[in-house]
Structure formats: C-alpha cells, structure tokens
C-alpha cells in the first residue's frame, strides 16, 4: 500500500479556491442560458414593434421567471421571430410542459417578510364569506386558439398561436400592475393542451376544490364553453370529506342561482364524517389523522358524477349511451368493492412498509410501465380537433391540484392516470375508454389569469409549496382567518417573554418551529422558513381548514330555510310515495284476502255438506238399534260421541242390569 502525501493548508485553500472557480462559471453559464431563454428580454422578443426598446427598461415583468421553461420564445438566427419547428419539438415533454409563473423581486419580499411580523387582528367569520363579485371584479379573459383550416401549415399554424398568445400578454401587463395579478400560466404549450381538450370534449368538467370553489371556477370559461362554443358544461365539487353536509349544500344553491345552465355534482376520494356538523368549530378545522394516501377507489359520488353527465341529455346519433346501464353496472361494482374487509387492506399497508426501497423502487417502474399501456397519452400534435362523432368524450380541466386524475382513476375503479400532491404532475391531456363509446380525457391542471390574492393561490393548492420564495405572508393570510396559535396549540417563543405579547405570523413560524423541533444545523435557531412551510403542507391537505362560504352563510338564515324547505319536499315526496306504496299494497292484500276467503267459503261449504250426508247416514244405521239404548237425552249424546268405547259400555251396563236382577 503506496504511503499518503502529506496535504498541506496551501493545497487544502488552493483544492477550495479551484472548486469554488468551477461552481461560479458553471452558475455564469447558467444564467447566461435563462438570460438567453426569457421570453420577455428585450432581444428574445419575436416580432418587437417599433420603439420597443424604448420601453424596455419600464417592463414590470422582464425577466421573473422561474427557471427551466420552454425555450419556444427565443427567436431563430435569422431574426425573423418565428421558432423553428425543429427547436420546438427536440424539447423534452418534461421541460416543454413545465408551467411557469412570475418571480417575486427581492424588495417585494424583504417588505412581505416585514410585514409578516407585525400584529395579527383576527378577522370576523363573515369575511370568510365570499361570492364571485367579490374574488373577479374584472374578469379577464384566457387566450383562446385563433382560427384555422386543414389548408394551413402547422408552422403557420403555431407562429399564429405565438404571436395571438404575445399580444394577450401584452395586453394584460398593460392593463394590470404587476403587483396586481395574481399567479398565472406563461406556457404557450400549457395552454394548447387546454385548447385540444376542449375541442375534442362533448362535455366539459369543471373540477373545484370545495373550500375555494369560487377560486377555482373561472367565469371566463364557462362563457367561452356554454356561449361560444355551445358545449354541455359540468362542475363537480371535489373533496367534500372536509367540510359539513350545510357547505356544501349552500354553495350548490349558490352556484345554480348564479349560472343556471350548470350542471352540479359531489364527489370524494374518501367517505364523510358522519359527526362533521359545523366545520367552522375549533374542533373541525384542525384534523390530527392525515388522510391516506392509498385509495381503495371506493370513492363518494361517482354516481352522482355519472347522474349529471346523464341529466345533460345529449343528444349524439353516432353514440348513444346506456347510461342507466352505466350506472347500474357502477352500482353493482361498488357493492362487491365494500366487501372488501380491512384485515386485508391492513395486511396491504403491513405488507408495503415491510417493502425494501430498492423493492418500492421497482414495483414504481412497472408501475409506470402499467400506466402507460392502460392508458392512451394525445399529443399536441395529433389531428383530432372537433369531437368524435363515434364517442362522447368528457373533458377534465380545472386548476392543478383539485383531483382531476383521482376523478378518473375512481370511475374506473383502479388505478389509469398517475396522481400526485404537488401541483401540476399531470403534463399532456390523456383520454381513458370508460366504455365502447364513452371517453374521459384528461388535461394537465392550468392556472387561469385573475387579479387573487396570492397568498390565496398557495394556500388553494394552484402554486407548488417548495417553490414559494417567501412563505411567511401566506401563513399571515391564513392567521387571520383562522385561529393559529389556539389551532396549534402554541406556547409564546422565548424571545418575546418581555413585555405584552401580540402573535404575528411570524412568531407562529418561530413557536411551532419550536414545538416540532425544528432548528438550524449550526446555530440552532428555530427554523421558521420550514415551520411556515409545513403549515402551508397541513393546510393544503385539508388538516388546517380553511373553507370558505357563499354570501349571507353567516350573517342571514337563506340557506337555512333553503334546506328545510328541500327537506319539507323530500318529506312530503317521499310519504306520498309511501302512501302510494301502501295504498297499493292494500289493495293487492284486500283482493288476496277476499279471494282467499272465498276459497275457505268453498271449502267450509263442501266440508258441511259431506258432514250431513255422513250423519244422515250414520243416523239411519243407528235408529234401529241405539235409539232405545240412549240415556238421559244431551248425556247421551256425549255417549255417543265415544264411538266404540260407548258400545261397550252399553254391553257392560246390559250385562249388569241382567246380574242384578236376580237379586230384585
């Protein structure tokens, strides 16, 4: 064995200074390629009109973005400002496909940070109350697809959607500051995959979370899909496990009065607490159980899902639908899925974390590989862009994270779309047979434009948590909603003991770092930066509750009277179908009942008559001999009826009076 060199300080700081060297021109280069690769720099702009440089310097969106996004805005080497076919598609489907959303400026966040440590002022439950006045005072209208022929070329064809998808955003920063706007899709391919789900859809499916349905419910789609282009539109209400029966039946109400032309269903991957009454309570917002992450598929509303799609009537002569048959058949299948018994699915879970990670690794690939041969992934570049006249085809589109893909793999009963908590995992629209001719399509989650709080957006599920920048003024935004400290159960941190003592968003960060025991790996101060993140984690999965109502929820009794007046009719439907029910079935026990007396009547009629020609005959047998035997008249009559034994008591009594009668 070669003895080991002496490594001096020298070399040791000269080994440092070298690999510091190549981490800073690899981080050069690297943002060398984002400067090259933005969109909206001022060189990278295909088409720039004239004088644009002027302006440049004043654009309040240039350069916030987040990195790895397509590389289909910058311009080819011939200045023409159209991209290349070839560019475009030698993007892999993973970075092609990636939203993306404007980057916070450092100044912005240094003063959200301040603010998250001043005072918190608990807000009153009506400000929970919220309507679509309210969320959308101005509505802003998402990109739609410019027409086109067969007769066009797909380079023409897609230099029309850039240039249309540019001048859109030109218009919306001119329009909104950028403080303004609320979190929104940049990705020109993003929205195309919307575009081809909607044309290829006979029947559009809006899925909403439903603590934030009017956030998750644009007013811009569903003009474009009911006025424009004339298609039947469905809204499911989505994870309605966690909230109360009244939340859900308020906001119902709410949405049938403000779109009349909607179609409304429920659904939920796991079954309701029968003890939720009042998810407002304490008690209700702070869940200690997470919910499970594996689904057994016997889910909550598939069929009330499937009653809506029904309820649309339509009308297709190249596919006509059985869907009581569907239904029927759904039915059937989820009686024999209950039988299911929880031993098995406990020896399942046993089994799974018995399961070596290189084993778990594995059963992920073939997983995936299962995935991709039961399902069928359509490309932006397939050719189908009307609806088929041999299938009906329900198109899934909604914000990410609402439950679009679990939607699915429910209805199927196994496993079809991959899932994911973190927001945007779907990243092509995928079309699944449900039958013959039945499709569900599924499309990748899409933030659309609006001018929302973003805290709200983060804790709505539409921005993923590991990439918020600053994290502490969405926990302020849900502090003031919703009781932390008495949630959490939170003592005050050390470094506030002196003094009156007021929570800020920023204390909770710093008190629950402390009671989870999170702390900086050399100084071991709390970290607040993942103690806020964890508590957007329990919020976005449901265990910190923040679910908002419909207007006059809290502060009048609409819905209230709504419900019993439902209640009163279903009541009243319901007895005088008991009625009827009874009033059948009386009359069917009336008629078996006469018929059966008539029978007995038959019956007790030919016993009679076959009863007096046997005494008729036994009488006349009788007269000859025992008429002169018979003893004190009724008693006599009772002799009679001991048949043999009475003739032999006759035969004794004469063979006693002949004993006796020597003796008189």
């Excluded at 690999?19 to 720099?41: S, V």
């Excluded at 909550?300 to 009581?324: F, I, P, T, Y």
């Excluded at 990439?467 to 003592?491: C, F, G, H, I, T």
Aim: charged share 30%; glycine share 4%; aromatic share 8%.
């Amino acid at each position: 064995m070669p003895r080991a060199k002496a490594f001096s300080g020298a070399l040791k700081k000269k080994q440092l200074q070298e690999r510091r060297a190549k981490h800073n021109a690899k981080l050069e280069e690297q943002q060398q390629l984002e400067r090259e690769n933005d969109p909206f720099r001022n060189e990278n702009m295909p088409g720039v009109p004239t004088g644009y440089n002027n302006i440049a310097s004043t654009n309040p969106y240039g350069g916030r973005f987040v990195k790895g996004f397509s590389k289909e805005f910058k311009s080819d080497s011939h200045g023409s400002g159209e991209t290349s076919a070839r560019e475009n598609s030698n993007h892999p489907a993973g970075t092609k496909l990636r939203s993306i959303f404007t980057k916070r400026s450092a100044v912005d966040i240094r003063n959200s940070r301040l603010e998250s440590m001043k005072p918190l002022e608990l807000l009153p439950e009506s400000e929970l109350e919220v309507s679509f006045e309210s969320m959308h005072q101005d509505a802003i209208a998402f990109p739609t697809r410019p027409k086109w022929d067969y007769t066009m070329s797909r380079e023409l064809v897609e230099a029309n959607e850039r240039r249309m998808f540019e001048k859109w955003l030109e218009s919306i920063y001119d329009r909104y500051p950028t403080e303004e706007l609320s979190y929104f899709e940049l990705n020109l391919d993003v929205w195309r995959q919307l575009w081809r789900a909607l044309e290829i859809s006979d029947i559009i499916m809006i899925i909403v979370d439903i603590r934030h349905p009017v956030i998750h419910f644009p007013p811009s789609l569903y003009h474009y899909v009911v006025h424009e282009m004339k298609r039947k539109l469905v809204v499911v209400f989505n994870k309605i496990d966690l909230v109360a029966p009244n939340t859900l039946f308020a906001w119902k109400q709410y949405f049938k009065e403000t779109f009349p032309e909607l179609h409304i269903a429920s659904f939920s991957c796991y079954p309701s607490d029968p003890t939720l009454i009042n998810d407002s309570s304490t008690a209700a917002l702070r869940r200690v159980a997470k919910r499970p992450t594996r689904r057994f598929y016997n889910a909550v509303g598939v069929r009330d899902v499937l009653m809506a799609c029904k309820d649309v009537e339509l009308s297709k002569n190249g596919a006509q639908v059985g869907w009581d048959a569907l239904i029927a058949q759904y039915d059937v299948q989820k009686e024999a899925e209950s039988q299911e018994s929880e031993e098995e699915a406990e020896q399942e879970k046993e089994a799974e974390q018995e399961k070596d990670p290189k084993e778990k690794k594995s059963l992920e690939k073939e997983t995936d590989m299962h995935l991709a041969g039961t399902l069928q992934t359509v490309n932006i570049e397939d050719d189908e862009h009307v609806p088929n006249i041999d299938y009906v085809t329900i198109g899934l589109v909604g914000h990410p994270n609402v439950g679009k893909s679990s939607l699915i793999n429910s209805i199927m009963g196994r496993t079809v779309v991959s899932t994911s908590r973190t927001p945007g995992h779907t990243k092509h629209f995928q079309t699944i047979h449900l039958t013959h001719n039945v499709r569900l399509c599924d499309s990748p989650g899409l933030v659309f434009p609006s001018i929302l709080p973003k805290p709200l957006q983060i804790l709505s599920g539409m921005h993923p948590i590991a990439q918020v920048q600053e994290p502490y003024s969405v926990v302020k935004y849900l502090a003031m909603r919703v009781n932390m400290p008495r949630l959490l159960k939170l003592d005050p941190p050390p470094s506030y003991e002196r003094g009156p003592f007021r929570w800020s968003a920023f204390a909770i960060c710093e008190s629950y770092a402390l009671q989870r025991g999170f702390l900086t790996a050399k100084a071991g101060y709390p970290d607040v930066y993942r103690a806020a993140n964890a508590i957007l984690r329990l919020a976005n999965d449901g265990r910190i509750l923040l679910s908002f109502k419909p207007p006059g929820f809290f502060t009048s009794t609409k819905y209230e009277m709504l419900k019993v007046a439902e209640d009163d009719a279903a009541l009243t439907s319901f007895s005088e179908d008991d009625h009827q029910r009874k009033y059948k079935s009386t009359i069917s026990a009336t008629a078996t009942a006469s018929t059966d007396e008539e029978e007995e009547e038959e019956e007790e009629e030919t016993d009679e008559s076959d009863e007096d020609e046997q005494d008729s005959s036994s009488v006349k047998k009788q007269s000859k001999f025992q008429m002169n035997t018979r003893v004190g008249g009724f008693f006599g009559l009772l002799q009679d009826d001991d048949g043999g034994d009475s003739d032999d008591n006759d035969g004794e009594d004469e063979d006693d009076s002949s004993q006796s009668s020597p003796d008189t």
